[in-house]
């Protein structure tokens, strides 16, 4: 009888949470398919949350998953991986996003700035793992790379939030042309 030989998989995370301090889901995305429904999820969130908020490791063993997390103020990051997986390829990813996320929420990385910010979030998750599989782990990069896909989504597409910088940006445009205007008229 021949053992199938488990070697390295480039499929690394198996999830990245992010739950409020009562162990709300804010954030969820799920790679594979081992937990299918929302139920199973939600279930598999819970446990988690139970099992580290009170804690101050960094990582856990649960459910035959490596789980590594981080709390600030009213948030638990969570990132998740299969039992064998490294942990450290793991902390690598829950650092860049918290990193990133600081950086693109000025530091106030808390629950507020962060449900007024989720597209990029979203964004940000993207450019780290795609389809489980670690894309990134600088975060500068990946808070360029956010800014430059922000400023490339579809005007159907952006936020209220997004709309107004840009009118802003817009106006402040056509203040600043006018007054040069204005300038180069009475100038001669």
């Not at 070697?7 to 889901?25: E, F, H």
């Not at 099992?51 to 600030?72: C, F, M, Q, W």
């Not at 989504?153 to 204005?182: C, D, G, M, W, Y």
Request: hydrophobic share 40%.
């Amino acid at each position: 009888m021949h053992s199938p030989i488990l070697g390295p998989s480039l499929y690394t995370v198996k999830a990245v949470l992010i739950l409020d301090n009562d162990g709300d889901r804010l954030y969820a995305k799920y790679y594979g398919d081992g937990y299918p429904s929302v139920k199973e999820q939600k279930a598999l969130e819970k446990n988690i949350f139970n099992k580290t908020h009170r804690t101050d490791s960094e990582i856990a063993l649960l459910e035959g998953l490596t789980v590594v997390y981080k709390s600030n103020i009213d948030l638990f990051f969570y990132v998740i991986g299969s039992s064998h997986e490294n942990e450290l390829m793991l902390m690598a990813v829950l650092n860049c996003l918290f990193d990133s996320l600081s950086q693109m929420l000025r530091k106030n990385v808390e629950r507020r700035a962060l449900l007024e910010n989720m597209e990029g979030l979203f964004l940000a998750v993207d450019e780290i793992v795609d389809g489980g599989v670690i894309l990134e782990s600088d975060p500068q990069q990946v808070v360029h790379r956010v800014a430059l896909r922000g400023d490339d989504v579809p005007l159907t597409e952006q936020t209220v939030t997004q709309v107004r910088k840009s009118i802003r940006a817009s106006l402040s445009a056509i203040k600043f042309k006018s007054s040069i205007t204005l300038l180069t008229v009475k100038a001669h």
